[in-house]
């Protein structure tokens, strides 16, 4: 027995669990990207899925568990791709190729989920562990501690933005875009570094 589509008109062929739950992963990120959290009903996922709300329930027993999942696994595309070890010359491309690669994915979890006090945590954990990681190198090469939290702190906010800032400009230049977001976040080490 197959089922009936969200419209009732087209059957939904039946697919593996986890094939199925990467389906609705992929349109709930599509659905939450467009109108955010709150505006965003299982309704809307599941059009945007192509499949009864029924089988959003198999999966997910609330909208809260479904954005939650959806965040996760946004971070965890960033950390496959990125690394959570050490920042080197390739953490920048790596960043921007993950922001390319899932960009509603990153947009939910750079600047939707940070409006969303039910989710705020994962984003709060995210940039705390990513500036204490900048802050561990930079202290290394920056010697004014109080400098050194501050570009610790501005080098992942200046990556976050320039990417988002990059994907919302339709990608211009992309083989130069890591480049420029990487002399961004140099100048603000540089700055960091002067002594006026």
Request: with cysteine; glycine share 6%.
């Amino acid at each position: 027995m197959s089922g009936e589509s969200a419209t009732g008109t087209d059957p939904v062929r039946r697919l593996p669990r986890a094939q199925r739950r990467a389906q609705i992963l992929d349109a709930a990120t599509r659905a939450f990207a467009r109108t955010g959290y709150v505006d965003t009903s299982l309704d809307d996922v599941a059009l945007e899925a192509g499949i009864s709300r029924v089988l959003l329930y198999r999966h997910f027993e609330s909208k809260s568990e479904m954005y939650r999942a959806v965040l996760d696994r946004a971070c965890a595309r960033l950390e496959e791709r990125v690394g959570s070890g050490h920042f080197t010359d390739q953490s920048i491309p790596a960043f921007l190729g993950a922001a390319a690669e899932d960009p509603d994915g990153f947009r939910l979890l750079f600047h939707h989920a940070a409006r969303e006090p039910e989710f705020r945590d994962l984003t709060d954990d995210l940039t705390r562990a990513s500036t204490e990681l900048a802050l561990r190198q930079l202290r290394e090469i920056i010697p004014e501690p109080a400098w050194a939290r501050w570009a610790a702190r501005m080098v992942f906010t200046v990556a976050i933005e320039g990417a988002i800032a990059w994907l919302d400009a339709d990608r211009p230049d992309p083989d130069q875009a890591a480049a420029r977001i990487d002399a961004a976040v140099h100048g603000v080490i540089e700055a960091a570094r002067a002594s006026y």
